[in-house]
């Protein structure tokens, strides 16, 4: 029994001095929960994943910034030519015609539907896809180079506008 005694005692002097020396990690391993390490490791990641969350709004944000800025100086420069932007609702909305682009170009806009047809075959005739928006204030409207692009819609602009069928007052219809 002594020798029993001996063997615990020494068990227990050898277990409390190899404690200090083993740590928590020894612990939290043995349970099956993470280490110092793992738990620093899962911070920094989650760390960095916040970082790409908040890299990618300021991103946007910037993206957006620019939007405007190049939306600003296409609207002076389409004010130096003395250019106008419409929206349908302006014109009584549309009537029957569903627009799929953004913008348009309209060389011109006709109470009569024969005068619209006559401008329609010149624009064709000139190499151009004209399509015919009829709006509810009885006005029938050519309209060429469909875009989704403000920028895109200003050079078509300033490219009709150098056209011979195009008038003075040709304007930018905004399908919104």
Known sequence: MKTNTFRTAVIISAVSMLLPLAGCDMFRSLAGRPTAEEVELMRIEKLKAEEAVRRHRVDSLARLQAEMEDSLAIMDSLSQIQGTIL??????????????????????????????ESLFSEVSAN?????????RNGFNSIAVSPSDSLREAFRALKTVKAEPFCPDDVWILVNE
Request: proline share 5%; aromatic share 16%.
């Open 87 to 116: 929206n349908p609702s302006e014109m009584g909305g549309l009537f029957t015609t569903r627009l799929d682009s953004r913008y348009y170009i309209v060389v011109g806009s006709f109470r009569s539907r024969h005068n619209a």
């Open 127 to 135: 190499g151009y896809h004209p399509i015919l928006i009829n709006f």
